[in-house]
């Protein structure tokens, strides 16, 4: 009989499968709940000094909610080391998104 985590853990090898080796060791290695904060307040601060600033408390929600996704799989699922999985496409999307509109 599989373990409850299995599917789950059997989706992260899927997906480390696809990204490159840079990319691997910096979802593991770079992305943790503390710097998808970090990246959300550097993101704050650099449309703040542009008069561009956005409201990114509206993000906190979902942050939140993914930091408890996080904490469920981990204890519930007994698969740990994972969690980058769910912050590093968070992060990645924020500094694509910074990047690009830091550009206008």
């Known amino acids: 009989m599989a373990s409850s985590g299995e599917p789950f853990l059997n989706a992260v090898l899927k997906f480390e499968a696809t990204l490159t080796p840079k990319q ?8 943790t709940l503390q710097h998808v904060e970090q990246t959300i307040r550097e993101l704050q601060m650099s449309k703040s000094a542009e008069r561009k600033q956005r409201n990114m408390h509206k993000i906190s929600k979902f942050v939140e909610g993914m930091n408890q996704l996080g904490q469920v799989v981990e204890v519930f699922l007994n698969v740990h080391g994972t969690v980058a999985f769910i912050w590093g496409p968070i992060k990645f999307l924020l500094v694509v998104s910074r990047d690009h509109f830091c550009r206008r």
């Open 24 to 31: 691997l060791q910096e979802f593991k290695q770079n992305c």
